[in-house]
């Protein structure tokens, strides 16, 4: 059943996506102008300072210099049915969340009056269409992992965090469709079949009836330890009786598949991983509050299962002319590595407040800075494997260009 069900899912999408790009081949479709590529992105760079507990016996520095930096070539045309269809490549440089300075995302888009449709290596539509507590500083949402640029100046170390964001998924190679906005409310859809960003996955050798690596390729006949992977979003965004309201909801289903006499499970087994969540926004003059929460569900038999958990975060801001400042609170409590039902089987906790804010010192141009403390208990309290409070600040400068 819920292999047919995917199945029609997958038709939907493919049907959506076919209908706009079926504008683009009208007798009348003549683009006015070849793409011309632009240059966008940003910089930021900021100072750290950090004092940890020593409980861990690690021999760390106090002081660093950190930041990040992405060069995007942007660019677009118009044919004369009025379809838009353009391609970004994002350059990283300097990355934050210690990963490689190489290509980031590359995907074109097809866009019209039946909604926008992206192919490529993009975040997914639930991930895009995500809302969670506002913040002031450059550095990013109230987030407990890597994805959170605290936890550079303030580590969490062993201890295992999640963020209310639907970042399990990345910048694999997908099929996105976002519907248009009908009163405010907009829906995506996102559909992937390979877990590996940029599609070079091994492809699949057999060895009796198992499945076996055999080498990098942008071959389909891939080793399927990942089977395919749906992620959905709902957003609201809308003015109401003077209140500014953004809303959003996801849901993301991750069939990590499994061999069996050489093919692939399908459905809810063992192997797959789910997450649910939304957050909120309101704002009024000035001021905006608001959060957002998830739980992620990740069956001990996959390799996610350290972050099966649940995670929320709530921020205030508040934004007068150049100004702005926030206070953000998040907190996260997953499975951690032991999960032997054991005297050690606890949670790994972590909870994060920051203080930040941002002047706007000319157009594209913001002076930021945070201080924050962040709290780290692993789920056998043993000092050795990081449990630790940090107290740290950043001053930096971002550039919009």
């Known amino acids: 059943m819920l292999k047919q069900e995917g199945t ?3 038709s939907i999408l493919i049907g959506s996506t076919a209908l706009l790009a079926a504008a683009t081949i009208a007798p009348s479709a003549q683009a006015s102008e070849p ?8 910089m930021e760079y900021w100072m750290a300072a950090a004092d940890q507990d020593k409980d861990s ?3 760390v520095n ?3 210099i950190q930041g990040e930096s992405e060069i995007w070539f942007v660019g677009k045309t118009t044919l004369d049915n009025g379809m838009t269809i353009g391609v970004q490549v994002e350059l990283e440089a300097g990355s934050n969340n210690n990963g490689d300075d190489t290509i980031d995302e590359s995907y074109l888009f097809l866009e019209g009056k039946y909604g926008k449709a992206i192919v490529g290596a993009e975040d997914t539509a639930a991930y895009l269409m995500s809302v969670s507590a506002p913040s002031a500083s450059d550095l990013g949402g109230a987030w407990v992992t890597s994805e959170g640029d605290q936890i550079q100046y303030m580590p969490t170390n062993g201890v295992i965090g999640l963020d209310v964001i639907p970042n399990t998924l990345s910048d694999e190679n997908k099929l996105t469709y976002f519907t248009p906005k009908f009163y405010g ?3 995506g859809v996102s559909y992937v079949p390979s877990n590996n960003p940029g599609g070079d996955d091994t492809w699949a050798g057999v060895s009796g009836t198992v499945v076996v690596p ?3 390729s942008e071959s389909v006949a891939k080793a399927r330890n990942f089977d395919e992977a749906w992620a959905f979003g709902l957003a609201y965004d809308a003015d109401v009786a003077g209140v500014g309201v953004k809303a959003s909801a996801h849901y993301v289903t991750i069939d990590m598949g499994g061999t069996n006499a050489g093919r692939v499970s399908q459905g809810f087994t063992d192997g797959t991983i789910r997450e649910f969540g939304g957050g909120l926004n309101l704002s009024y003059q000035g001021f905006t509050v ?7 569900i990740a069956a001990g038999s996959t390799q996610l299962s350290p972050t099966d958990g649940f995670a929320w975060n709530a921020g205030v801001m508040y934004a007068e002319g150049p100004y702005k400042v926030s206070l953000n609170y998040a907190s996260s409590k997953t499975q951690g590595v032991d999960r032997s039902g054991g005297p050690l089987d606890g949670h790994d906790e972590i909870d994060v407040i920051r203080l930040g804010g941002a002047y706007a010192l000319g157009p594209g141009v913001n002076l930021f800075g945070e201080v924050g403390y962040t709290n780290a208990q692993d789920e056998t309290s043993d000092k050795s494997k990081g449990n630790e409070g940090a107290y740290g600040g950043v001053v930096g400068l971002h550039l919009n260009f």
């Open 35 to 42: 793409v011309k590529l632009q240059l966008g992105g940003y």
């Open 290 to 296: 608001g959060g957002g929460v998830k739980r992620k």
């Open 214 to 216: 055999a080498a990098n």
């Open 57 to 59: 016996n690690l021999n």
């Open 62 to 64: 106090s002081f660093d």
């Open 8 to 10: 029609h899912m997958k």
């Open 185 to 187: 409310v907009q829906a």
